[in-house]
C-alpha cells in the first residue's frame, strides 16, 4: 500500500528526513517510536503533503501511484488520514459541518452520492456512540475550547467517520486519561481491517498493549535505525534509545 | 506561496449593463438642477424649500476627512443627479414595464412577475433614481400597510412624509446627507400601522445602470405603536472604470413597543483588482427608537463598493428601547471600508448590542469606528460590544476606533475586540480532510461571522454565504 524509498525531506532549510524507509501493505499496523526530534511528525506531515515540508529525495508510492505531485486534498480523498499531534481550531465552524463538508468530498471522489444533513447527522450519532464521544461535542465548534484529550479523541471519531484506508496517528495517545487511551484504541483497533494500514507515532509503549502492532520501528535523526516485531518496543521501554541511535549521534552523544 | 494565494479570480457577476433609453439630466448641480429634480417629481413646493435649504447647508460644508479612506478629489459637478430609463411613467401593472427592466431583475435573481416571485417577499425595484416596480402592494395595503415608491407616497401620503422625513437625519446633519436631502431621486418608504405586525419581508433592490450618475436614494420606514417590520436592501451596479456616487440616507421611526428590522445586503462593484472603478458608498442610517419598548436592529452583509462609508445607528429615546448593530465587512483587493455604528443612550434602561466582524483579504483596508454615547439622564443603560477582525494574507489591515462616552454611574459598557489570521495550519487541516483551499476558507469565513448571519432572514443568509464566497475568491492574491 505504501512504499517509502530513500526519502529525504526539509523543513525550511533544514533537512529533517535523511534517507527513510518503509514498507506498509494493507492490514498491519506499524508503530514508529523514536527520541524527540527524530522526524516522526514530519513523516506524518510529508504523508499527508503539509505545504512547509519540501521533499528533496526519494519516492513515496501509494496504491501504486507516485504521491508527490498529489495535493493534500487529493492524498486524503484517496484515503490517507492523518490524526494530528495539535489539531488545529476553526471558530464557529461545527464540528459535524467541518466533518460532512470533508465526508461529502471524499465520496463525491469515489463517485458515491453525498449525504444530506439529515442523514449525515444519523450517522455520527451511531459513530459517537461506538466511540464514547459526548453527542455535544458535535455540535461544538471544531476543536474550539475541546481538552487536550478531546481534541484527540475527537481526531479518532474523525477517523472513524471518513474510513481511511491508510490512518497516520501522531502520538494520539499523548494527553489521554487511562478510560480515553482505552476508548481510543478500541476505536482503532475495531478499525483494524485486512484493507486498511496504520502508522502509529508514539513515545509509549502503553498504548501498544492496547494497539497491538505487527512492526515497530525506531527512526532516528531523520531514518529508520531499527525495526523489529512488538516486543521491541517492551526493549525500548527498559533500555531507552540510545543503543539504537543513528552512530553518528550516538558518537556525539558520548 | 501561500494556499490562500492560490485562488484563481472570480468575476463580479452583475456587471453587466442593461441597454434601455434613460433620461439622464446634464452634469452639474446647482438650485435649477435641484428645482428641475423637485419638479420632475411633481413635488408639492414646501418639499422644493427643503430641498433648497438642505442643498444651502450643503454648500457651506466640506467633505468629511477623518475616514480612514483615501480617494481623489470627487467633482460634484461632473455628475449627473438624475437618470431614468425612459419610460413614461410607473407602470400600474407588471405588463406595462420595460420587458428590458423585468429581464435585468430576473438576472439578478430578483423576479418581479407575480408567479415567480418569493412567496413571502416584497420587492420595490430601483433603477437609476426612480422606483419601477413595486410588488404585492394589493396584499398589504388590504392591511394598512402602505409599501412604495417614495415619489409615490410623496403624491398619495404627503402628510407622512412630511411628518417624519428629516426627523431622524436632519438635512444638514452631514456632508452626504444634506447633499441626500437636496437631490435625493426615490427610495422607498414603508409605514406599518400601529399594532400590525408586517407578515412578509419588504425590501427594496438597488440597481445602478447609467454611467456617470449618482445614486441618491431615500428610504423611509416608520413603525406605529405596537407595529413590526422586517427590511431587506440589496445592491449591485454594472462594472465600470469610473468611480460612481452613491449617498443614501435611510431613517427608521419606531413608535411604543414597535419593532424594525433593516437588513442590508451590499454588493455594489467594488472594482477590479487594481481598485480602478467601483462605486463610492457614503451613507447616512438613522434610526429612532422613539417610544419605550421599541426596538431597532440593524444587520449588513457589506461585500461590495470600493469605499464605504456607513454608521448605521441608534438614538435610544424610548425608555427600556433596544438596539441592535450586527455587522459583516469584507474587503478585498483594493477596497476600504470605514464602517460601525452609534448607540446614542437617552431613556433609562436602554440596551444595545454591537457585533462587528471585519474581514480583510488582499490589499484591502477594513475599519470599525463606533460610537457608544450614554447620556446622563439614562440610568440603567447598558451596551456590549464585540469586535472581531479577519486577516487573510499579509498586505490587508484592520483598524478598530471605539469611542465610548459615559455621563450616567449607573450605566454598564462593555468592549471585546479581537483579530485573528487564518492560518496555513487550519486551512492544511480542512485539507487534509477533503476540502479543497477554496471551501476551507469560505468555512472558516463563514465560521467567523455565523453571530451576524443567523439575524438575517433565512433565504438571504445563504444568499450573504454565497456572496461572501465570491466576494473573498481570488480576492486574495
Ligand atoms: N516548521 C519547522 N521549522 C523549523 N524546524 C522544524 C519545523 N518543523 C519541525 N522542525 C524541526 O524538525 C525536527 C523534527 O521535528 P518533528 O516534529 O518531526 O519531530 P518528532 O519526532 O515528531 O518529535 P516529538 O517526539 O517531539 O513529537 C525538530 O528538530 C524540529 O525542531
Ligand atoms: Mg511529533
Keep these: 500500500m505504501l512504499e517509502i524509498k530513500d526519502l529525504h525531506a526539509t523543513v525550511g532549510k533544514k533537512e529533517i528526513l535523511k534517507g527513510l524507509s518503509l514498507s506498509v501493505k494493507a492490514g498491519e499496523v506499524h508503530a514508529i517510536m523514536g527520541p524527540n526530534g527524530s522526524g516522526k511528525s514530519t513523516l506524518a506531515q510529508v504523508l499527508a503533503g503539509h505545504p512547509a515540508y519540501a521533499v528533496t529525495g526519494g519516492t513515496i508510492t501509494y496504491m501504486g501511484e507516485d504521491l508527490a505531485e498529489k495535493s493534500p486534498e487529493d492524498r486524503a480523498k484517496e484515503g490517507i488520514f492523518l490524526a494530528f499531534q495539535y489539531p488545529v481550531e476553526i471558530p464557529g465552524v461545527s464540528n459535524a459541518y467541518f466533518l460532512r463538508a470533508g465526508y461529502n468530498e471524499i465520496r463525491k471522489h469515489r463517485g458515491e452520492p453525498e449525504l444530506d444533513a439529515m442523514d449525515f447527522n444519523k450517522l455520527l450519532k451511531e459513530k459517537s456512540k461506538v466511540l464514547h464521544i459526548d453527542e455535544s461535542l458535535l455540535n461544538r465548534p471544531v476543536n474550539e475550547g475541546f481538552s487536550g484529550g478531546e481534541k484527540k479523541r475527537n481526531e479518532i471519531f474523525q477517523l472513524a467517520v471518513l474510513e481511511p484506508k491508510l490512518a497516520i496517528l501522531d ?50 535523526e531523520g531514518r529508520i535505525v531499527k525495526s523489529g516485531g512488538k516486543e521491541l518496543a517492551l526493549e525500548l521501554e527498559k533500555r531507552g534509545y540510545d543503543w539504537v541511535k543513528a552512530p553518528a549521534a550516538a558518537g556525539a552523544a558520548r | 506561496m501561500d494556499p490562500v494565494e492560490e485562488l484563481a479570480t472570480k468575476e463580479y457577476k452583475w456587471g453587466f449593463v442593461t441597454d434601455i433609453e434613460s433620461e439622464t439630466i446634464p452634469k452639474g448641480l446647482n438650485e435649477d438642477v435641484v428645482r428641475l429634480i423637485s419638479s420632475k417629481k411633481n413635488e408639492p413646493s414646501w418639499l422644493t424649500e427643503w430641498r433648497l435649504t ?38 400600474g401593472s407588471m405588463d406595462e414595464i420595460d420587458p428590458e427592466l423585468v429581464k435585468t431583475y430576473e438576472k439578478l435573481g430578483i423576479p418581479l412577475e407575480e408567479q415567480k416571485r418569493l412567496s413571502n417577499v416584497a420587492v420595490d425595484a430601483v433603477f437609476d433614481s426612480v422606483s419601477v416596480a413595486t410588488t404585492a402592494k394589493d396584499y398589504l395595503e388590504k392591511l394598512g400597510i402602505i409599501f412604495c415608491s417614495f415619489s409615490e407616497a410623496v403624491q398619495k401620503h404627503p402628510e407622512l412624509i412630511r411628518k417624519y422625513l428629516g426627523s431622524v437625519v436632519p438635512t444638514n446633519d452631514n456632508f452626504f446627507a444634506a447633499l441626500n436631502s437636496a437631490v435625493f431621486s426615490d427610495g422607498s418608504f414603508c409605514w406599518i400601522p400601529k399594532g400590525v405586525k408586517c407578515p412578509m419581508e419588504l425590501s427594496t433592490y438597488f440597481r445602478i445602470n447609467a454611467a456617470d450618475t449618482g445614486q441618491f436614494e431615500r428610504t423611509l420606514i416608520v413603525a406605529e405603536e405596537g407595529a413590526q417590520v422586517s427590511y431587506l436592501e440589496g445592491c449591485t451596479a454594472p462594472k465600470r472604470d469610473t468611480n460612481q456616487l452613491h449617498a443614501a440616507v435611510v431613517e427608521l421611526v419606531a413608535q411604543e413597543s414597535a419593532s424594525v428590522k433593516y437588513s442590508t445586503v451590499q454588493n455594489w462593484y467594488p472594482g477590479d483588482k487594481e481598485g480602478k472603478g467601483g462605486i463610492y458608498n457614503f451613507v447616512t442610517k438613522r434610526g429612532k427608537c422613539a417610544g419605550a419598548n ?90 456590549y460590544t464585540q469586535c472581531d477582525s479577519l486577516l487573510i494574507g499579509d498586505r490587508c489591515g484592520a483598524h478598530t476606533f471605539p469611542y465610548i462616552e459615559v455621563q450616567n454611574h449607573t ?38 461571522c455565523k453571530e451576524v448571519f443567523r439575524e438575517l432572514p433565512m433565504e438571504f443568509a445563504v444568499e450573504a454565504q454565497k456572496l461572501l464566497g465570491v466576494s473573498l475568491d481570488g480576492s486574495v492574491g
Excluded at chain 2, 58 to 66: A, D, G, I, V
Excluded at chain 2, 363 to 379: E, I, M, S
Design chain 1, 171 to 220: 502520538e494520539t495517545d499523548s494527553g489521554l486519561d487511562i478510560d480515553a487511551l482505552r476508548a481510543v484504541s478500541e476505536g482503532v483497533n475495531r478499525l483494524r481491517s485486512k484493507d486498511r494500514a496504520f502508522l502509529v507515532v508514539t513515545h509509549y509503549q502503553r498504548l501498544l498493549n492496547y494497539i497491538v502492532p505487527d512492526f515497530v520501528h525506531v527512526l532516528s
Design chain 2, 54 to 91: 438642505a442643498f444651502r447647508q450643503w454648500q457651506k460644508m466640506t467633505e468629511p476627512r477623518w475616514p480612514n479612506v483615501t480617494y481623489p478629489p470627487i467633482d460634484y459637478q461632473d455628475i449627473s443627479y438624475y437618470s431614468a430609463p425612459r419610460q413614461a411613467k410607473k407602470a
Design chain 2, 294 to 383: 421599541s426596538k431597532i436592529s440593524w444587520t449588513q452583509v457589506e461585500t461590495g463598493s470600493a469605499i464605504t462609508w456607513k454608521y448605521p445607528s441608534v438614538i435610544l429615546q424610548g425608555d427600556n428601547s433596544v438596539g441592535e448593530f450586527y455587522s459583516v465587512a469584507v474587503v478585498n483587493n483594493r477596497q476600504q471600508a470605514d464602517t460601525g455604528t452609534k448607540m446614542i443612550h437617552v431613556g433609562k434602561n436602554t440596551r444595545s448590542t454591537i457585533v462587528s466582524k471585519g474581514i480583510s483579504a488582499g490589499k484591502g483596508q477594513n475599519t470599525y469606528r463606533g460610537q457608544v454615547k450614554v447620556v446622563k439622564k439614562a440610568a440603567g443603560a447598558r451596551n
Design chain 2, 411 to 448: 450605566a454598564k459598557v462593555e468592549h471585546e475586540a479581537s483579530t485573528s489570521k487564518i492560518s496555513e495550519d487550519q486551512i492544511f487541516y480542512c485539507k487534509q480532510r477533503g476540502v479543497s483551499t477554496e471551501n476551507a476558507i469560505n468555512m472558516i469565513v463563514n465560521g467567523f
